[in-house]
């Protein structure tokens, strides 16, 4: 634990905080910079529901949908963050329809 009155503790920890947070940051851009896991963060968005509507029968289940949904807004925010020029990508990987959906239609016609 950090003893805020300690100036160096507090120095040492923020430097941690931001050495971890740049490795985050080049993460992220290796993932963005691949089809496929542009793809996977594009699916855990849709699934999050990040860019729809939370209502809930109750209380509860719109507060757990507004939860799942917080983690996908966190994702379209650090990319925003970290590489603005592929935020139109996650979201066209949003709006993709899923493969199996894409199947179940097909085998409809």
Do not use: C, W
């Not at 503790?9 to 923020?14: A, D």
């Not at 529901?49 to 925010?77: D, H, S, W, Y």
């Amino acid at each position: 634990m950090t003893n805020l009155a300690d100036q160096r503790q507090v120095e040492k920890r923020t430097k941690d905080i931001k050495k971890q947070a740049a490795r985050h940051d080049d993460g992220l851009r290796a993932m963005l910079a691949s089809k496929p896991a542009l793809g996977y963060l594009g699916a855990l968005v849709r699934e999050s529901q990040a860019m729809a509507n939370v209502v809930g029968a109750t209380e509860q289940g719109a507060m757990f949908r507004e939860g799942r949904r917080v983690l996908g807004l966190k994702i379209m925010a650090d990319v925003q963050r970290v590489a603005p020029d592929k935020l139109a990508s996650l979201i066209a990987a949003v709006l993709e329809q899923p493969e199996e959906e894409k199947n179940d239609r097909s085998d409809d016609e």
